[in-house]
């Protein structure tokens, strides 16, 4: 079982930036693939980011590219999103999941995921 906690949302105007950040609890982070995914509102959930085990490997959507990076720290059993140039179309909640494949957690068959943190981008 592994439980997930976001951090880090908040409010900032339009080309600000904000760093989320999710702690997983287990001895196991190290054997899974990370990812955030967001859900504004009347919208489906979409992938937004995902980086596997070692981290050595990350995918990104191609709307954020250039502006977000993912990065995680096993010993910390962290997962971070750091998000630079932030625009209104990026208001949404964001969820961080877990998932022991990529590949899955890409397309939205993870096995975890937290409780999501909200970002607000004012224009």
């Known amino acids: 079982q592994v439980q997930l906690v976001e951090s880090g949302g908040g409010l900032v105007q339009t080309g600000g930036s904000l760093r989320l950040s999710c702690t997983a609890s287990?001895?196991?982070?190290?054997?899974?693939?990370m990812g955030w995914f967001r859900q504004a509102p009347g919208k489906e959930r979409e992938f937004v980011a995902a980086?596997?085990?070692?981290?050595?490997?990350?995918y990104y959507a191609d709307f954020v590219k250039g502006r977000f990076t993912i990065s995680r720290d096993n010993a910390k059993n962290t997962v971070h999103l750091q998000m630079n140039s932030l625009k209104p179309e990026d208001t949404a909640v964001y969820y961080c999941?877990?998932?022991?494949?990529?590949?899955?957690?890409?397309?939205?068959?993870?096995?975890?995921w937290g409780q999501g943190t909200q970002v607000t981008v004012s224009s």
């Open positions: 287990g001895r196991t982070f190290s054997t899974y693939a």
């Open positions: 980086i596997n085990s070692s981290g050595g490997s990350k």
């Open positions: 999941n877990a998932d022991h494949s990529s590949i899955q957690l890409r397309t939205g068959k993870y096995d975890y």
